[in-house]
């Protein structure tokens, strides 16, 4: 039987459908027996890097790497601000970053290879410090290269949520949820399915007079989903009561692809962007959330029934992306309920002029594609060039850059830039203050413009957040002067 066929709605299988609970790291071992020194001081969190199984429902279990024991990895939950050490057990045969994403740290923990950080060795391990910040949703991750090896880096497990508290959490939900969005299984194809991406219908600002006819080559894509460990359809719901409030942190964990998502019955005020909060909250039908993204949501209950809170794509959700969510004393049939389709538009959470100075100096970056044609790699262009590019992009500290990203792509983008957040000025021709990322999706034939300082020395990667893209030359260096 296949997975789809499983999955459908209305089938037996739905009836023990759920979400994994995620467990919170936290001192997680100490590490001085397995090296044998028994003064050694254990760090504060570890993270081992080792083979796991990751049961998506009963009849589907995998095979992939993940952090202590499970995929995603614990919830690690740090103070904004107090040092932490951070071991990394290796129980691998490839050589292994683990980036933080999202935070203000510089480039020797950042754990990148591109920025010179160490790699942790196969079989082996190393520590890093690191004073984690801002408070907010932040995430750990692979950060391996993972070119044509599909069960590499950020293709397998190796993902998880890092909450950065500051202690001014006003606490005012009744449950606090992580939910990563995941696909697994990667697979090449040539057909890549685009349904996610809802700028196809402009304004194409960007879109080049001729355009390269050259057949595609190929993508990479997923027919299997969870929300964090778990398909729709397996583990335990999301058990609410009548009149609580739930914060919702959503994590697109996904090396592929970016995701809109919905909960049927209820809407979701989205309070912060990629862990920092909004000038103005919205309430929504639902949310999109680029590869490497994050977006908070509150949530009243106050609708009983029994819900999916998934992927708005009907065969997405159906083949695993999604969870119920259960009001307590309500057993029927969970309802599905498309949501009206309106557009992901960044600049509503905005405000109108910025608290931050006036960009000092312009980096125009273009964005092509090389067609490959069947059977092989596209080639993705910065500037004419892939990576690596000579020295082209260069910081001088303390000064406000902006940066203007011409997408000359029919593809969108989720560009990240480390260990920086940026202010959003202006999306495709929409302008807009006040929202602070760390990563962008750039529309299909857009443009997105955002700004930054150069406050944190040290080399710096930009990228798109989607692997094949960054692995076949999306990517450059920032260097400080
Ligand atoms: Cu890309």
Redesign the pocket.
Known sequence: MNRRGLLKLGGIALAQAGVARLPIGRNAASLGSLTGQAQEIAADYSLRIAPVTVELDRSHILSTIGYNGSAPGPVLRMRAGKRVTVEVINDTDAPEFVHWHGMLIPSEVDGTGEEGSPFVPAHGRRRFELTPGPAGSRWYHSHAMAMDDLHKGPYTGQFGFVHVDDGNDPGRYDQQLFLALRDWEPFFTLTMDDEDDDTHHGPFLEKPATLDTDPDGLEVSSVTYSINDKALGAGEPIRVREGQRLLMHFLNASAIENRRIALPGHKMKVIALDGNPVPTPQTLDSIFVGAGERVDVLVEMNNPGVWILGSTEKLVRESGLGVVLEYSGQHRQPQWIDPPRVPWDYTIFGTSSSSSPPPQQTIELIFEKIPSGAGKFNLWLINGKPYPHEREFILEPGTRYRLVMRNHTD?A?PMHLHRHLWELAEINGKKTAGIVKDTVVVPYYGRAIVDFTADQPGLTLFH?H?QQ?MDYG?KALFRYA
Request: charged share 15%; glycine share 0%.
């Open positions: 593809d983008h798109c989607i893209h999306f």
